[in-house]
């Protein structure tokens, strides 16, 4: 579910992030080989719900690759390895039960209309991930960000990490991680670091308490 049609989406994301498209691969690829790759399994069935332009799907290595968004660009930037559900994520899943071993979902949350939504996506989250899958889910939290968090058209929903983890354990999610700082906000805007700076930051948990005003949260089912 989106507040906004399928057109607005493309008209907000083709201005946000038309520019920066390949150095968004670039740090994806970084983020991924250096750590979120170490929670998916060679031959797991992953799906990238809210999945923008694919950097994550695309990237990661794996036996079945699923795509989730409403943005009807989307399926143009995939590869052809991922099979794109174009759909509500708030409504059922075309997926059937037990069938994924990973849910990732970045910078998404915050873009569901309400806390109802987010409520029913996450109860579909749990009835299609199968028994000890995890959702990897990583956002803005509203708790270091204040006015800043609302300078994006199409943000609804303020979560911290600790407001996501009492909605994943009110359905039944063990909570694995909960880290109320890991990455820096946002790379839609601001300088374009060289990834080497983002290698060396991802090995400095230190550098994540001065600088990190994005959530990680890993929850088992």
């Known amino acids: 579910m989106s507040a906004h049609s399928p057109t607005d989406l ?39 719900l809210g999945c923008g332009y694919g950097e994550f799907i695309n990237t990661v290595s794996c036996g079945q690759k699923f795509a989730m968004d409403l943005n009807p660009d989307a399926p143009k930037f995939l590869g052809h390895d991922v099979k794109f559900l174009q759909q509500d994520c708030s409504a059922r899943w075309d997926l ?13 949350f915050e873009h569901l209309p309400d ?5 029913r996506t996450l109860d ?3 009835r299609c991930l199968r028994e000890g899958g995890r959702l990897i889910a990583m956002g803005p939290n509203i ?11 199409d943000h609804y929903v303020a979560l911290t990490e600790a407001s996501l983890k009492e909605a994943l354990m009110t359905r039944q999610f063990e909570i694995e991680v909960c880290r109320p700082k890991f990455l820096p906000y946002t790379m839609a805007s601001g300088p374009r670091y060289p990834v080497a700076f983002l290698r060396a930051y991802l090995k400095l ?12 949260v890993i929850a088992r089912r």
């Not at 708790?143 to 300078?151: H, I, P, V």
């Not at 230190?206 to 959530?215: E, P, T, V």
């Open 143 to 153: 708790k270091f960000l204040a006015g800043e968090y609302w300078d994006f058209w």
């Open 10 to 48: 493309q008209r907000i994301y083709g201005a946000r992030f038309s520019d920066n498209l390949e150095y968004r691969r670039q740090v994806w690829s970084v983020l991924v080989g250096d750590w979120f790759s170490r929670f998916v399994k060679q031959d797991a069935a992953v799906l990238d």
């Open 115 to 119: 806390k109802s939504a987010l409520g």
């Open 96 to 108: 059937p039960g037990a069938s994924l071993d990973v849910v990732f979902t970045s910078n998404f």
């Open 205 to 216: 948990p230190l550098a994540w308490s001065i600088f990190g005003k994005q959530f990680l």
């Open 124 to 126: 579909e989250i749990h």
